[in-house]
């Protein structure tokens, strides 16, 4: 459903230097650099797939969001999405996309929102057949009913985003690109907006692409991710491999008996270990101990507790996908593109 093969993107800065004399010597003979904001990125995803689009802020994503949507033109390499070439005919290729940015709408502000649903199926040109089908479907899954009446501007915001995510997905589009689309929201519209999502792709097979900072929005709807950081590709691959590859970091977490003697106790000095392969977090409460176990064993950092140590309660987890992704963000791991 969509090939990306060695996307390019530059953008040329014109590099001013401060004060009067430099506006002026900018405007006479500019200094131009080279931005790479997207650098030789492939990837590929069939259809019916949920793929997770993740990097730090000024990675990149965003700029190859809008070529995959047809708002840039790459300045190298090739994007197809469905067999369409985006930025070559995008009036007849925004018909078979459904775009959500979380921070932008594309609802009619003063409109309400059952009107602002017939005013957009008038610009896709759906059929009354289609559109009273599809409205009854995207009410039973994003619960739109209770504020289907209201103008958009008095939605609260996880109201607004389901009636976005409705719009996006008015005209039964093939591929839906989700830039997030659960920033701001609380706990139980998170987790709201989450099961609609994967109940439009289970039931309709629709290809998403979904850019999040929330990586429990990737646990939970994806099984790939493509990572890029600096405009490269870091990682392309299922997220049980990545914890599998890179997954080395465990968390133990105990409540001592006696928490003095619990922050007396130096797993560094104790096991003879190097500064970044452990990691202690006292709250006053709980003591959570994070260790690389490549380098120090789970038994090793157990025992070296329950000698030392009284405590009420213990355990170790392994690392979860939040864990992993910021040590790969702090360079603490290295990646194969």
Known sequence: ????????????????????????????????????????????????????????????????IKMLTGILTPTSGRCEINGQIPY???????????????????????????????????????????????????????????????????LSLGQRMRADIAASLLHSPKVLFLDEPTIGLDVVVKDNIRKAIKAINDTEKTTVILTTHDLQDVENLCNRIVMIDKGKKVFDGEISNLKEKFGSSREMQYVPLDMNAAQKLDYRAELGLPESAVEVVNDGYSVKVRFNSNLVPVEKILNCTLSKLHVKDINVSDADIEEIIKSIYRSEVKLDA
């Open 1 to 64: 459903m969509i090939y990306v093969e060695n996307l390019k993107k530059e953008f040329k800065k014109t590099i001013k230097e401060p004060g009067l004399k430099g506006s002026f010597k900018s405007f006479i003979k500019p200094k131009n650099e080279i931005i790479k904001a997207v650098d030789d990125i492939s990837f590929h995803v069939p259809r019916g797939e949920v793929l997770g689009f993740i990097g730090p802020n000024g990675a990149g994503k965003s700029t190859v």
């Open 88 to 154: 070559k005919n995008r009036k007849n290729y925004v018909k078979e996309i459904g775009v959500v940015f979380g921070q932008r709408t594309q609802l009619w502000w003063d409109l309400a929102l059952r009107e602002t649903y017939t005013v957009l199926k008038e610009i896709y040109e759906v059929d009354d057949a289609d559109f009273k089908k599809r409205m009854a479907f995207l009410n039973e899954v994003l619960e739109l009913d209770d504020f289907i009446t209201s103008p958009v501007r008095t």
